[in-house]
């Protein structure tokens, strides 16, 4: 059975940690996944490494922002093997940087390649997390997600598949098509049209239009040792974190 991890950005409007922590172990969750505001600083990180340990919750993938990662490596790698984390993902573009040519995107594959190089040279994976816009043709008819890894061959790619629906793309081509860069997938899903408005369009896992199932049987012909169960707006987390967990068990 796959041991499916629990994005905790999920449920960052509903502290305190340690609760949401708690709640996890007793739902079911072996893993979870943290995100920049966690690791703000050395005392958000040891409260974090103490409650992982009390919980006997698992951190093997985070989510680090790209200024953290290029500014100050060497804290991404001491937090990482704090937490335990074994793969950085960078999750999103910076404010500043908004490309809008293949070239302009490829040039952020080649900065990220740059900024991992230090973790792998650490021994930990680095990769990229989706959102919509990379698979969004450009003027120019570039697909930003194949320009950055056009840029960047080595980087890995954590796959969020609602992200990829909602763009519009098929997302058993793109499984298919990178099959061998994905190492981790966010597990989301996406709320019939006119639904679930209050909570941004999303849906607990197995509740909306995505056919998990299918994806899943693509998904296990990939890298992917992740899979990471995520909600960008619940208004109940523990409705969201369980019903997700017994739907996603049963694919």
Known sequence: MTDFSYQLYSSRNFPPLSRTLVMLARLGYGEVEGYHALYADAAKVAELAELLELTG???PTGHFGLEMIEEAPDRVIEIARLLGIGTVYCPALPPDVQP?????????????AAAGKPIRDAGLGFGWHNHDLEFIALKDGAIPLEAIFAGAPELEWQADIAWLARSGADPFHWIARFA??????????????????????????GYGTLDWPGLMTALRATRARHFVIEHDNPRDPERFAERSLTAAQAF
């Open 57 to 59: 919750l698992r951190m």
């Open 100 to 112: 809008d040519t293949g070239v302009a995107w490829e040039i952020l594959g080649h900065r990220l």
């Open 180 to 205: 061998d860069r994905i190492t981790a997938v966010h597990v989301k899903d996406i709320a019939p049209a006119g639904q679930n408005t209050g909570e941004d369009g999303w849906a607990d896992v």
